[in-house]
């Protein structure tokens, strides 16, 4: 079937606004992971769900971060009052089970801009 | 602290010449390696990992602990192999959690 898939590929915004960044994973994969590549960066990791619950939100900046995915596939990546330094590609990946060192199927990203 | 050091942003080979991509690591637990690659316009996909000790397109990489060194290595560069290269280090403990280095850009030249 179908890979990773992240809408839109592009957002541009506004310094202040509000955005979601949408993810759909690989059909039958209970991992997701959102990760952050700035430029010239290496992609940074952000949060990882397990099923329908947040196992690890560590990588989270501040609290004008935040993701939910309510029915265990569509994942949604909500960033509150946007900063000119949020401007990056926001990646998105699943994992089959989350096993640790399971191979990681990534998006082609959403690249964010905040003017 | 963990960390990924990757020191060559741009590394440009001939085409049939040997490639060393180099990445240095630094963790207190029992590392777990990979290698991730980008093609122009692809997504990033895993080439290799450490613990599987396979060639993938005639790439190789080598766990050295006593270096701290995952350096992925090819000894003739095609064409084809033009890409981003990230090494990325597995940190999370029972979950897959990775840190990437800031990657290394290969230009193979005809």
């Known amino acids: 079937g179908a890979g990773v898939s992240q809408t839109p590929s592009n957002k541009v915004t506004e310094k202040g606004k509000y955005v979601e960044l949408r993810c759909d994973p690989i059909?039958?994969?209970?991992?997701l992971y959102w990760y952050r590549q700035s430029l010239g960066q290496g992609p940074e990791f952000l949060i990882y769900?397990?099923?329908?619950?947040?196992?690890?939100d560590s990588g989270l900046p501040n609290d004008r971060f935040f993701a939910v995915r309510p029915e265990g596939s569509v994942s949604t990546l909500k960033i509150q009052r946007t900063e000119r330094g949020d401007s990056a590609v926001y990646l998105c990946?699943?994992?089959?089970?989350?096993?640790?060192?399971?191979?990681?199927?990534f998006g082609s990203g959403t690249q964010l801009s905040v003017l | 602290a963990q960390r990924v050091t990757q020191p060559e942003k741009l590394l440009s080979v001939f085409k049939g010449a040997p490639v060393e991509l180099k990445c240095n690591y630094s963790y207190s637990g029992s590392p777990e390696l990979f290698w991730y690659v980008q093609y122009s316009r692809q997504r990033l996909q895993l080439l290799l990992r450490?613990?599987s000790r396979e060639s993938i397109k005639g790439f190789t990489a080598d766990l050295n602990k006593g270096e701290t060194s995952f350096h992925l290595k090819k000894p003739f560069a095609q064409e084809e192999d033009s890409a981003m290269y990230y090494c990325a280090l597995l940190y999370g403990g029972a979950t897959n959690k990775l840190i990437f280095g800031t990657g290394t850009l290969l230009a193979v030249q005809p």
């Open positions: 450490h613990i």
């Open positions: 990946a699943s994992s089959r089970t989350g096993g640790a060192g399971e191979k990681l199927f």
């Open positions: 059909s039958g994969h209970t991992a």
């Open positions: 769900f397990q099923g329908t619950g947040a196992a690890d």
